[in-house]
């Protein structure tokens, strides 16, 4: 049997266990203190951190839409000057284009009157062989073309010796008449004053012998052989 301690021994070993409940007690709540204090530290570093990242990321989003709308206006204007480029572009277009349309028409007439002038020398030549009584298909073969080539070489060679003797006839008219009113003198003048009848008759200065052997009887003759 366990023998009873002294009053006195019982009563401090009480007060030890009480102090030691006591301690334990207020290291736990010390502990949640300081905790807690670091936790509330830890949240007011954090507002810190973020109010400092608030301030430079507003900063550059004002800044982002300042360029954006600087972009916007640039891009616009560089739009409208492109589109009064186009214009403009379109409208030299026009100029050129009716320059080079006018010199393209230059060129064709400048090749045109040569090509005719070189054509007046073929249906020369033409006519010259067709004159030494070569057919027309002979001629067609020795020259290399075609039956209607030639025969359009010879409507040339006749057209073109038609309005000679037309200019021709046409320039010597005065001449003529000039010769007619000279002839007429006193003796030829009746007594009226009017010329006789004598000296306006006779044959025509310049007949009409027609061109020799091109007409279309003679063309669609040959043609056929």
């Known amino acids: 049997m366990t023998a009873a301690l002294p009053s006195g021994r019982f009563g401090m070993a009480k007060n030890t266990a009480r102090r030691r409940r006591s301690t334990a007690a207020l290291e736990r709540l010390e502990s949640a203190r300081l905790r807690r204090a670091a936790q509330l530290e830890r949240e007011r570093e954090n507002e810190r951190r973020i109010d400092e990242a ?11 839409e300042a360029i954006e709308r600087k972009r916007d206006g640039r891009i616009s204007a560089l739009e409208d000057q492109l589109d009064r480029k186009l214009v ?18 230059e060129v064709r007439a400048d090749a045109e009157m040569e090509i005719a002038e070189w054509r007046q020398t073929m249906s ?16 067609a073969a020795m020259l290399g073309l075609s039956v209607k080539a030639v025969t359009a070489l010879l409507r040339d060679s006749a057209h073109d010796e038609a309005e ?36 306006q008759g006779g044959e025509p200065p310049y007949p009409d012998d027609g061109v020799d052997g091109v007409d279309d009887g003679t063309w669609s003759r040959e043609e056929s052989d």
């Open 164 to 199: 000679a003797t037309s200019q021709g006839d046409a320039a010597s008219a005065p001449a003529s008449s000039l010769a007619s009113s000279s002839a007429v003198d006193s003796r030829t003048l009746r007594t009226d004053g009017s010329p006789t009848d004598e000296g």
């Open 88 to 105: 403009e572009l379109d409208r030299q277009k026009d100029v050129k284009a009716g320059e080079h349309h006018r010199r393209c028409d």
């Open 124 to 139: 020369a030549s033409v006519r010259q062989i067709r004159a030494a009584e070569v057919t027309l298909s002979a001629t």
């Open 54 to 64: 608030l301030g430079p990321f507003a900063e550059a989003a004002a800044a982002v």
